[in-house]
T-cell receptor
Framework: KQEVTQIPAALSVPEGENLVLNCSFT??????LQWFRQDPGKGLTSLLL?????REQTSGRLNASLDKSSGRSTLYIAASQPGDSATYLC????????????FGAGTQVVVTP | KAGVTQTPRYLIKTRGQQVTLSCSPI?????VSWYQQTPGQGLQFLFE???????NKGNFPGRFSGRQFSNSRSEMNVSTLELGDSALYLC??????????????FGPGTRLTVL
């Protein structure tokens, strides 16, 4: 059974610092891993998708890495801004779970001005 | 291209009632998945529909059901509501299914409160 863990559960940094968010999963039989952002009471916004054959993906200030063999992914956000304050969730799509994303509990990020 | 839309955005019901939530996927997407999000359990998978057929189901009681129409729009129904059904219900659609490029796009959710 796939289990997804995100550490830390909460993080507070001053504006301008780099953010490092961690995600681990127990079963390496995955199609891909997605990182999402969720603002309070809102839906999920897809940030990055890393295919199982890829090692990293980049979009603007965001960079995500994937080490499938060790079951780990890291999301880096460079030069954080107060607008980056949100909950960040990682989710894996298993090869035996049609349409089912398995989510971590999320990391709540606060960027202080 | 319009995103995933969900209606209604907010609902208040009482215990024992039933409720129907609607989801319109991104144009061209044929896979629709439903999730329940609560503070205690996080995001949990309810079910997935593809080509009008339920292809996968999570560990929820039979009170939770759904369907998909020929235009890929989907509805989920919860009968005999319980207080514990209060949650944010999220719908997601994807173009490609069961592939490494399978990206799920989420709607804004329906906030259900059961009194």
């Amino acid at each position: 059974k796939q289990e997804v863990t995100q550490i830390p559960a909460a993080l507070s940094v001053p504006e301008g610092e780099n953010l490092v968010l961690n995600c681990s999963f127990t079963d390496s039989a995955i199609y891909n891993l997605q990182w999402f952002r969720q603002d309070p009471g809102k839906g999920l916004t897809s940030l990055l998708l890393i295919q199982s054959s890829q090692r990293e993906q980049t979009s603007g200030r965001l960079n995500a890495s994937l080490d499938k063999s060790s079951g780990r992914s890291t999301l880096y956000i460079a030069a954080s801004q107060p607008g980056d304050s949100a909950t960040y969730l990682c989710a894996v799509l298993g090869t035996d779970s049609w349409g089912k994303l398995q989510f971590g509990a999320g990391t709540q990020v606060v960027v202080t001005p | 291209k319009a995103g995933v839309t969900q209606t209604p955005r907010y609902l208040i019901k009482t215990r024992g009632q039933q409720v129907t939530l609607s989801c319109s996927p991104i144009s061209g997407h044929r896979s629709v998945s439903w999730y329940q999000q609560t503070p205690g359990q996080g995001l949990q998978f309810l079910f997935e529909y593809f080509s009008e057929t339920q292809r996968n189901k999570g560990n929820f009681p039979g009170r939770f059901s759904g369907r998909q129409f020929s235009n890929s729009r989907s509805e989920m129904n919860v009968s005999t509501l319980e207080l514990g059904d209060s949650a944010l219900y999220l719908c997601a659609s994807s173009l490609v299914r069961g592939a490494s490029t399978d990206t799920q796009y989420f709607g804004p959710g329906t906030r259900l409160t059961v009194l």
